[in-house]
């Protein structure tokens, strides 16, 4: 018998979920028949859909629902939970840790293949600013996002309970640095959320909590162009939102975020989301990376002279097709990436098969994003909306693209409940320490002072 073909597919987000997905459907037949094996490296066993992080920091979605099993819908293909370190394609191997080399202590281990997928998405694009790493806080996972939430409200509580007033104005002090979508509407989401928790709080009014956004360029949500932008600017500052353009972040040492345009906020919060940079295992590969260090892609989604390799998304540099600049590249958005998976995994197909490959080609649809419950800004198809139609839109669209329909329905049903009941103002803090009340509790009791018996 023949070694079944294996196509391994590197991440699980947007791409890697997607690309697999439509690769059990469109080689249902060499699956069953075992000619075909995709195999899935990611280092969670969930995709999470990112748009719907702010409502999940926010309360408006549950954890559990912004986040896909891979196992679940990924019942034809082989999950491996691990992390991929380097890629050698000219050898058709991967060098990877799982959960179970780590806890052995027997090293990376090597998986061949015969076709790759490499998709591990992007990370934080941090900068060396003084005491970020030590204070910060990213808004990219699941895990981000709730631990912000518990975080804000666990703020609120000190502000309400300290009678030092540097302690208090420093923790009802919220810096979010980047005017990009996850930057504006975790912001946006997270200041509704705490300006709505503050009627439950006797000494906290909305007025004493300060929020700043911090943007370098002098625009936010460039793509929902510049009359869309504008608004979002004004809507956010007659919330009494600090919005700060062509300003930068110097150092956050010591609590205390120190920007460029001199001014000085001790806070206890700094939100960093100034942009995205691809995976660093694309640097440890034997394929050609661009300027940015992404992989040089054809229109096909293939990589650029290099056979049974493919790549989408975030880590990839794909032409422009529709643009009528020269040289023009995909942005490395969601609504590209969901597109292009459908283009590599019917040709993946058709080069397992011999057939001839298709060329990737969309044009641009528009931007969506949310300004929290019921305010919103949209530039779609050439038409620009604003307050609750784009807010709906907005809703609308991301429900549409959440993979599965048990996805839908769940989303749907929360935010149904959450309009007809009061919103949810519980931080479960504790979550992130599981074991730190047993482990007083399993801890020896002091030993006791005063003199022994005599």
């Not at 420093?170 to 200041?191: D, I, M, P, R």
């Not at 869309?228 to 062509?246: P, S």
């Amino acid at each position: 018998m023949t070694e079944p073909a294996r196509i391994l597919v590197v991440g699980g987000g947007y791409v890697g979920m997607y690309t697999a997905l439509r690769l059990q459907r469109q080689l249902k037949a060499e699956l069953r028949a075992g000619s075909v094996e995709i195999v899935v490296v990611t280092p969670d066993p969930y995709m999470t859909y990112q748009p719907f992080l702010p409502e999940a920091a926010a309360g408006s979605i549950s954890p559990r629902h912004v986040v896909v099993p891979l196992r679940r819908v990924l019942d034809k293909c082989r999950i491996t939970i691990g992390e991929v370190h380097a890629v050698d394609h000219a050898k058709r191997t991967a060098t990877l840790s799982t959960l179970a080399t780590e806890e052995e202590g027997s090293g990376n281990v090597e998986l061949t293949y015969d076709e790759l997928v490499i998709a591990p998405g992007s990370i934080s694009r941090t900068l060396p600013v003084p005491g970020l790493a030590d204070y910060a806080i990213g808004f990219k996972t699941v895990e981000e996002a709730i631990g912000l939430r518990n975080h804000v409200i666990e703020q609120m509580d000190i502000a309400s309970s300290t009678r030092d007033p540097g302690l208090r104005d420093a923790a009802l002090t919220f810096v979010f640095v980047g005017g990009g979508y996850a930057g504006v509407e975790a912001l946006a989401e997270l200041e509704d959320m705490a300006r709505y928790t503050a009627r439950y709080y006797h000494n906290i009014k909305p007025e004493d909590l300060k929020w700043v956004l911090v943007e370098a360029s002098n625009r936010i949500l460039p793509e929902v162009g510049e009359r869309m932008g504008t608004y979002a600017i004004r809507e956010l500052r007659g919330r009494n939102i600090d919005v700060r353009l062509e300003t930068r972040l110097d150092s956050c040492e010591d609590r205390v975020a120190v920007l460029s345009d001199g001014s000085r906020f001790p806070t206890r919060t700094v939100v960093w989301t100034a942009g995205v940079k691809p995976a660093p295992v694309l640097a440890s590969t034997d394929l050609p990376l661009d300027e940015r260090g992404r992989i040089k892609c054809t229109a096909r989604l293939t990589v650029e002279g290099v056979e049974h390799a493919w790549a989408a998304g975030d880590a990839a540099s794909v032409p422009d097709h529709t643009s009528d600049v020269d040289g023009a590249l995909c942005a490395p958005n969601a609504q590209h990436a969901v597109r292009q998976t459908k283009v590599l995994a019917e040709n993946v197909a058709a080069s397992l098969r011999g057939q001839p490959l298709k060329e990737y080609a969309h044009s641009y649809a528009g931007s969506v994003a949310s300004l929290g419950l019921h305010k919103g800004v949209a530039h779609v198809y050439g038409r620009k909306l604003k307050g609750y139609p784009a807010w709906f839109m907005h809703r609308a669209y991301h429900l549409s693209r959440v993979p599965t329909f048990n996805r839908k329905a769940r989303v749907l049903a929360e935010w149904t409940l959450s309009g007809l009941f009061k919103r949810e103002i519980v931080s479960l803090g504790s979550l992130e320490h599981p074991r730190a009340e047993f482990e007083l509790a399993a801890a020896p009791p002091p030993p006791k002072n005063g003199p022994k018996p005599g």
